[in-house]
């Protein structure tokens, strides 16, 4: 049978765009629509397993992680490294470990392996998410050599912007090279302030270089209800009310993202 997910990798080689804020937000909206992910962290950083990983089930500490995927162990080591997350049952992990840095400049590695280990993990999930580094080292390329979409999380801010080039250089150097199956879905806004003409030159300069087609509808704004989740380790949808706008916002993502991962057949 057809599984009806895809695996999706956010990227950007720079920090603090919200790679993760973003993984996370589509995860909380997939849980609340009854839907299942798994999220695969791919930074050495660790803050999507800082933020998911459950203390209760074994303190992560020497539980088996992603290198286990990189490596290549095939199916089964690949499911020993999936865990519940403590948010609940529609969410699953495969937590990072600080050593993960030691693959950053394993150049002349296989970047396909992670492909291969989460495509026989794919059934019984509507996405798997991938959250990468802040870097476009081999870590970024893995993720995107495993991925079926490619989803760009920018901030517009000039700094926010700078080396988005390199980033679909990156993306482009990857389908030709490793995985012809990789596709841009698109351009995910993040921290959009409500008022700033400095964001409105970027958002304009940012259309000039991704085309107005590739940014996707709504924008992120920027609430301090975001960092405020992401400290307290908790889904956006559990703050209700107060994270109204950032909640409706999301669950339009999920939406949009469902829709392109259901187009993907393996
Ligand atoms: N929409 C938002 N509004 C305000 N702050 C945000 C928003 N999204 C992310 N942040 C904050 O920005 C910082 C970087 O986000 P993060 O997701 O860790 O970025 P990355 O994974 O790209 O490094 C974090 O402190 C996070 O809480
Ligand atoms: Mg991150």
Do not use: F
């Amino acid at each position: 049978m057809a599984a009806m997910g895809a695996i999706v990798t956010m990227v950007n080689q720079k920090g603090g765009v919200g790679k993760t804020s973003v993984t996370l937000g589509l995860a909380s909206s997939a849980m609340e629509a009854g839907r299942r992910v798994l999220v695969v962290d791919l930074d050495p950083q660790g803050s999507s397993t800082w933020v998911l990983a459950d203390p209760a089930l074994d303190g992560a500490g020497n539980a088996p992680a992603v290198d286990r995927l990189l490596a290549g162990g095939g199916a089964s080591a690949a499911a020993r490294a999936v865990r519940p997350s403590a948010w609940g049952d529609g969410v699953d992990l495969v937590p990072a470990r600080p050593d993960l840095a030691r693959w950053e400049h394993a150049t002349g590695r296989d970047a396909t392996r992670l492909r291969t280990a989460l495509l026989a993990l794919i059934d019984g999930y509507d996405a798997i998410l991938v959250d990468c580094p802040p870097s476009l080292g081999h870590l970024t390329r893995a993720g995107l050599a495993a991925a079926d979409l490619a989803v760009i999380v920018v901030e517009p801010s000039a700094l926010g912007l700078r080396g988005i080039n390199a980033v679909a250089d990156t993306i482009d150097g990857v389908w030709e090279e490793e995985n012809p199956d990789l596709d841009l879905a698109g351009v995910i806004v993040n921290k959009v302030p409500g008022v700033s003409v400095e964001a409105e030159r970027r958002l304009d300069e940012l259309v000039s270089v991704v085309g107005r087609r590739a940014i996707w509808k709504p924008m992120i704004p920027q609430r301090v209800i975001a960092s405020q989740a992401i400290a307290e380790r908790r889904p956006i949808h559990s703050y209700g009310w107060r994270a109204a706008d950032l909640i409706e916002t999301y669950d339009a993502l999920w939406t949009t993202l469902r829709r392109r991962c259901r187009q993907v057949a393996h």
